[in-house]
């Protein structure tokens, strides 16, 4: 478990960098955020989906596993 927080850590990483350069911080923090408190998106911005730290369930986004949550949680998204 500890190494899959690790891996996903370093992919939010990644993925908060890229938002930066691109200018997607309002979405994807946004995102993030209703990730954290269970609420449902219909659609996820497409760098989430690129990320690899979601999957698609019923039509709606949500994370990949457990490891996935506490990593974004862990970096205080």
Same mark, same amino acid.
């Given at each position: 478990? $500890? =190494? !899959? +927080?690790?891996f996903? *850590?370093?992919?939010?990483? !990644?993925? /908060? @960098?890229? #938002?930066?350069? #691109?200018? /997607?911080?309002? #979405?994807?923090?946004?995102?993030? $955020?209703s990730?954290q408190?269970? @609420?449902?998106?219909?659609?996820?911005? @497409?760098?989430?989906i690129?990320s690899?730290?979601?999957?698609i *369930?019923?039509?709606f986004?949500? /994370? /990949? &596993?457990? =490891?996935?949550q *506490?990593?974004?949680? @862990? &970096?205080s +998204?």
């Amino acid at each position: 478990m $500890t =190494a !899959r +927080i690790s891996f996903y *850590k370093t992919r939010i990483q !990644r993925l /908060l @960098d890229k #938002e930066k350069r #691109e200018g /997607l911080s309002k #979405e994807c923090r946004g995102f993030a $955020t209703s990730l954290q408190t269970g @609420d449902v998106w219909a659609l996820a911005p @497409d760098v989430w989906i690129a990320s690899g730290l979601l999957v698609i *369930k019923d039509g709606f986004p949500e /994370l /990949l &596993c457990p =490891a996935a949550q *506490k990593a974004i949680y @862990d &970096c205080s +998204i």
